[in-house]
């Protein structure tokens, strides 16, 4: 519905003028084809040109199976991964951690 009233053009147009484009979250729920395709262009316009950062507690391997077909996941991540600065942080859940330094100090 939204590309029938041009708002999906627009929003698209605005993303594309970002200088960095941050993707939260990545991966928390697999896309349907609208969302796949909607992806697909975002990263195909800002391929090269513009920057993209992505956080997710999904394992990069793992990125294929939340994104769905085949064909378009490859081209998605072909765009994204070969030229990618990769950081893998470890460790426990900063908000895990927050949270029980919260409740220590609570007590206190």
Do not use: C
């Not at 993707?23 to 796949?36: C, I, K, M, S, T």
């Not at 195909?44 to 793992?62: C, F, N």
């Not at 081209?75 to 330094?101: F, P, Q, T, Y």
Request: aromatic content about 4%; glycine content about 4%.
């Amino acid at each position: 519905m939204a590309k029938a009233d041009g708002s999906y053009i627009k929003e698209i147009a605005k993303i594309e003028r970002q200088h960095l484009l941050i993707l939260d979250d990545f991966g928390l729920q697999p896309f349907d084809a609208q969302n796949r395709a909607a992806l697909m262009e975002i990263i195909e316009d800002r391929h090269g040109k513009a920057s993209l950062v992505i956080t997710s507690q999904l394992p990069v391997s793992k990125w294929h199976e939340v994104i769905g077909e085949k064909t378009i996941a490859d081209a998605i991540l072909d765009r994204i991964v070969h030229s990618a600065h990769r950081l893998e942080l470890k460790g426990e859940s900063m908000r895990k951690k927050r949270r029980a330094d919260e409740k220590e100090i609570s007590y206190q």
